[in-house]
């Protein structure tokens, strides 16, 4: 195989250089700008006077916020399959099924040949991010291991397409990178998650895989079914991929999963790089460490701002963008994009660390608050919480999700919090109930509400944590029909049903 690392290089080489010279609030009002003019003859674009719009302020005043259901309701299901002009112009070739986290309802987001190729930049922009921190990286000199769900798409209507995004990536992989894609098609296309496992892990010990992209949580399955094979439990990467270079990894919030994967990668030579796709566009990468946050795509497709997270319900709430934004506020994240979303609020918060350039933390989502009994705790303070607990327990944490039991599910009158958690390995009643109190010692510190609710154990009782055998949420996942890289555990279930089933399924309720 030819090895096409040197020919990157020279790509990432000059795109650096660019993003150096790169001033944010100008790219982001060149592309509002750009979005704008392409798509004022669509029906939106008539609809919102788009020929009259000439900067960001404009623009937010012809353009109210909308959620999916409007945008379904209002545009999309009227012409769905056959988009034509609707929201952007031309024909939608392909749709991004995409199914909420916490109500499981699947959603149709629309992906265009735009998209798909700012897509393409993206990733480049991941490689050449990579490439200047690794000089000597050979990434492009074998294959790329894509753990997603299904690459099988279905053909909702002569030419248009629907499927998970993964799948759509790769009907649209450019030619040159075809070759380096893994695993093979027939693999790519099975539906059955555990045997879609079993096959690659089988596959990839005789592969040389330099760079490994999915979801933390599935790629941890993935390497203990590798380790099972090999008859070493405590297999690392360095045995199981000896020559990679590059772990990708997105869709969850990192922190619990940390120590696990360097523990994993110890020996290696490989360093792990954190990515922010979703359906609705590439939003972010991470072009530095860890620690920097993430760098927001500016240049490439998708338009930004930013609401207080707590004005996004407000008839009219103060909507900032990069030319306006603050640091250190978490912001509900606004995308309009070349596959036609316009204001659209995606769901996610996020509070950026700085502005030139512009990165971020991503810090939860809209619907991810916990607050039963007026505790007002964000994905951000729970994701915390649970990593640190971890540390100080020496544990990893495989999956987790986290719900509220109101008084009448509790003996003692109180309701409070229970943590359904998947540990690397069995824990014993006596350290789920450590982990528990050091939960609440920690979200006490991080959360003056949640601790003057808990002062005394009078208005919540202490939370519990229900540990869960290895493999438990792959298997509660599986039963609800969505096992696969696409789909992530819920880590903040607020529906009552959902997380009832949950505690069935794991032998906390009867």
């Known amino acids: 195989m030819v090895d096409a690392t040197p020919y990157l290089r020279l790509y990432a080489q000059r795109r650096r250089a660019a993003l150096v010279r790169q001033d944010a609030a100008v790219a982001q009002a060149h592309q509002l700008r750009r979005l704008v003019r392409l798509a004022r003859h669509t029906r939106f674009g008539r609809d919102h006077d788009f020929g009259g719009i000439e900067d960001v302020p404009s623009f937010q005043a012809r353009v109210p916020l909308r959620r999916y259901d409007d945008f379904w309701r209002e545009y999309w299901q009227p012409a769905f399959p056959n988009l034509v002009d609707v929201t952007w112009p031309g024909r939608v070739p392909f749709f991004a099924l995409s199914s909420g986290t916490s109500s499981g309802t699947t959603k149709y987001i629309p992906c265009t040949a735009a998209m798909n190729r700012a897509n393409t930049r993206a990733g480049l922009?991941?490689?050449?991010?990579?490439?200047?921190?690794?000089?000597?990286?050979?990434?492009?000199?074998?294959?790329?291991?894509?753990?997603?769900?299904?690459?099988?798409?279905?053909?909702?209507?002569?030419?248009?397409?629907?499927?998970?995004?993964?799948?759509?990536?790769?009907?649209?992989?450019?030619?040159?990178?075809r070759r380096f894609a893994f695993p093979p098609l027939e693999v790519a296309l099975l539906t059955d998650w555990e045997d879609k496992v079993g096959r690659i892990a089988a596959l990839a010990a005789h592969g040389d895989i330099r760079v490994i992209t999915g979801t933390p949580?599935?790629?941890?399955?993935?390497?203990?079914?590798?380790?099972?094979?090999?008859?070493?439990?405590?297999?690392?990467?360095?045995?199981?991929?000896?020559?990679?270079?590059?772990?990708?990894?997105?869709?969850?919030?990192?922190?619990?999963?940390?120590?696990?994967?360097?523990?994993?990668?110890?020996?290696?030579?490989?360093?792990?790089?954190?990515?922010?796709?979703?359906?609705?566009?590439?939003?972010?990468?991470?072009?530095?460490?860890?620690?920097?946050?993430?760098?927001?795509?500016?240049?490439?497709?998708?338009?930004?701002?930013?609401?207080?997270?707590?004005?996004?319900?407000?008839?009219?709430?103060?909507?900032?963008?990069?030319?306006?934004?603050?640091?250190?506020?978490?912001?509900?994240?606004?995308?309009?994009?070349?596959?036609?979303?316009?204001?659209?609020?995606?769901?996610?918060?996020?509070?950026?660390?700085?502005?030139?350039?512009?990165?971020?933390?991503?810090?939860?989502?809209?619907?991810?608050?916990?607050?039963?009994?007026?505790?007002?705790?964000?994905?951000?303070?729970?994701?915390?919480?649970v990593a640190s607990a971890a540390a100080m327990l020496g544990l990893a944490v495989t999956d987790y999700s986290v719900g509220a039991v109101l008084s009448d599910d509790d003996p003692g009158g109180r309701g409070?919090?229970?943590?359904?958690?998947?540990?690397?390995?069995?824990?014993?009643?006596?350290?789920?109930?450590?982990?528990?109190?050091?939960?609440?010692?920690?979200?006490?510190?991080?959360?003056?509400?949640?601790?003057?609710?808990?002062?005394?154990?009078?208005?919540?009782?202490p939370p519990r944590v229900v540990a869960v055998s290895p493999g438990g949420f792959a298997q509660w996942m599986k039963r609800r029909g969505k096992l696969g890289g696409q789909n992530k555990v819920p880590r903040i279930i607020n529906d009552d049903g959902l997380f009832a089933d949950l505690r069935r399924f794991v032998g906390d309720l009867r």
């Open 125 to 177: 922009d991941l490689l050449s991010h990579h490439l200047a921190h690794r000089p000597s990286s050979r990434a492009f000199g074998a294959k790329m291991l894509m753990l997603g769900g299904s690459t099988a798409l279905t053909e909702e209507a002569p030419g248009v397409f629907s499927g998970d995004l993964s799948g759509i990536a790769v009907a649209r992989l450019p030619w040159w990178a």
């Open 217 to 385: 949580s599935w790629l941890l399955i993935l390497f203990r079914e590798q380790a099972r094979l090999l008859g070493r439990a405590d297999a690392t990467a360095a045995e199981l991929y000896p020559n990679l270079d590059l772990l990708v990894h997105g869709g969850v919030n990192f922190a619990p999963y940390r120590a696990g994967f360097e523990a994993f990668l110890a020996g290696s030579h490989a360093e792990l790089r954190e990515v922010y796709p979703a359906s609705e566009g590439f939003i972010a990468l991470q072009d530095e460490t860890p620690a920097d946050g993430l760098r927001l795509m500016v240049d490439n497709g998708l338009f930004f701002e930013f609401i207080p997270v707590d004005q996004l319900h407000r008839a009219e709430p103060d909507r900032r963008w990069l030319g306006t934004a603050q640091l250190g506020t978490n912001y509900a994240i606004i995308v309009s994009s070349c596959a036609g979303l316009w204001s659209y609020v995606m769901g996610d918060t996020v509070r950026l660390v700085s502005l030139d350039p512009p990165r971020l933390l991503i810090t939860g989502r809209t619907s991810y608050t916990l607050s039963a009994f007026g505790e007002h705790l964000i994905g951000e303070e729970i994701e915390a919480a």
């Open 416 to 461: 409070g919090h229970v943590f359904v958690m998947e540990f690397d390995g069995t824990v014993s009643a006596e350290v789920a109930q450590h982990c528990a109190r050091l939960l609440d010692a920690d979200l006490a510190r991080r959360n003056d509400d949640y601790r003057t609710h808990r002062a005394g154990d009078y208005g919540m009782a």
